[in-house]
């Protein structure tokens, strides 16, 4: 057995295979036994109603293979779900809808805001749309991206299932893994966009205090 | 190309005819809006005009002009190749007595498409045989696409959370997302009431 890195693994660890890594019997509580249960088997509501619905299929397709985290199960019946995918702009006309869906959800719940149009409107700053579902219903989790790459949303997965085993109920965005507004290794400055530069300074002066 | 096409429309509808110009190849009538489904019928069932396909309705906001809303159709003839754009001008300065005939008769695809403009600019086209909303809600006050709705000014069917700044969930920062928030109307007391109370959330820099 390898460095066990993260609480979560430790614990997942002993429930597993016992503190002492013997065979013969398992030590855990009930509610992390629950949680790793529910995180491994989450039976998930696409609600997809834009261009997002395309890297979504690429998710759930072999080459990305959602089904490796045990939610590759599609319900379409809100009431034998527990994973709502927001998956696309939402528009004024659709909320109604989107809320009913989510009521009729059995707890527990979680949902995934997929791409910025879901998280928060994204430009469509109009009449006619919701800027971001969290308006209407509570949300666990922001992938942001027009669209999201399939690794983004394996993240936001990932983050998810986390959240679960730790039973965190604090929604989360998932970062970029490359990030030019926190990583001075790819040339911020070279951008010359004036609101990264001030942040930049901003982050110098903090390290100079 | 469709300039012999022009000159005919202009010939058989002397007194309807108020200007025609062409761009790129492309020959516009401006119409007298009485004579919209006169000249609209020529060009369906006369043979050397033979329009088969009405290609687009749509229409144009000119806020500050009298009348003010611009009708625009195109017209494509499959048979013979060519296109024709007619325009004409209804609706006062207010926005209101926006009328015009309905060219559902002659071409099926007019009915979605005035249906659309009746709900973005609230035209109102008579003998339409199915005048209401085709993409916003039945609920919803005003025409979006009128150069004087308030840009930011939403309707929402379902009320918002009931959560602190809600128009500003976690976990954005200041670089996510967006910076402004929308005005939610709700039609009953006409004055919105501020969403976007970020002052919180950005506090004045101090440098």
């Known amino acids: ?209 | 190309m469709s300039k012999a096409l022009l000159d005919l429309v202009r010939a058989q509808f002397a007194d309807s005819v108020l200007e025609t110009h062409a761009q790129h190849g492309d020959e516009t009538a401006v119409l007298n809006p009485q004579a919209w489904h006169k000249v609209a019928t020529f060009l369906k069932t006369d043979p050397r005009a033979a329009m088969d396909m009405l290609v687009d309705l749509t229409a144009v906001d000119y806020p500050d002009s009298d009348p003010r809303f611009e009708i625009v159709a195109h017209f494509n003839s499959l048979t013979l190749g060519h296109r024709l754009r007619l325009k004409a001008k209804v609706g006062n300065s207010a926005g209101n007595e926006a009328q015009i005939a309905s060219l559902a008769d002659l071409w099926g695809s007019a009915n979605w498409m005035e249906r659309e403009v009746f709900d973005m600019f609230g035209v109102v086209f008579s003998g339409h045989p199915d005048l209401r909303r085709i993409l916003m809600y039945p609920e919803f006050v005003g025409y979006p696409l009128r150069k004087d709705y308030p840009a930011d000014r939403i309707q929402p069917l379902v009320p918002f959370r009931d959560v602190p700044n809600i128009s500003k969930v976690a976990p954005f920062n200041q670089h996510e997302g967006m910076s402004f928030g929308r005005q939610v109307f709700d039609g009953q007391h006409g004055a919105a009431h501020g969403q976007g109370d970020d002052a919180d959330l950005f506090p004045p820099e101090t440098n």
């Open chain 1, 1 to 209: 057995m390898g460095e066990l890195k993260t609480q979560h693994e430790k614990t997942q660890h002993d429930a597993l295979v016992g503190p002492a890594g013997g065979d013969g019997f398992v030590t855990t509580n009930l509610k992390d036994m629950l949680a790793w249960a529910q995180k491994y088997s989450l039976f998930m509501y696409p609600f997809v109603t834009a261009c997002c619905g395309m890297e979504f299929m690429g998710v759930t397709s072999p080459r990305y293979d959602l089904s490796r985290f045990g939610a590759e199960a599609p319900r379409f019946s809100p009431r034998q779900s527990d994973l709502l995918w927001v998956v696309g702009t939402i528009t004024q006309r659709q909320a109604p809808i989107l809320k009913r869906i989510y009521e009729q959800m059995a707890e527990p719940k979680w949902v995934v805001a997929f791409g910025t149009c879901a998280s928060c409107g994204g430009f469509y700053d109009n009449y006619a749309c919701v800027a971001g579902l969290d308006k209407i219903i509570p949300c666990d989790i922001y992938i942001p991206g027009c669209p999201p790459r399939p690794e983004a949303v394996l993240d936001g997965l990932m983050l998810l299932m986390d959240k679960i085993q730790s039973r965190d109920p604090r929604p989360a965005t998932v970062k970029p893994r490359n990030d030019p507004a926190v990583d001075p290794a790819l040339g911020l400055s070279s951008l010359g966009s004036s609101d990264l530069v001030r942040l930049r300074r901003k982050d110098a002066k903090k390290s100079d205090a």
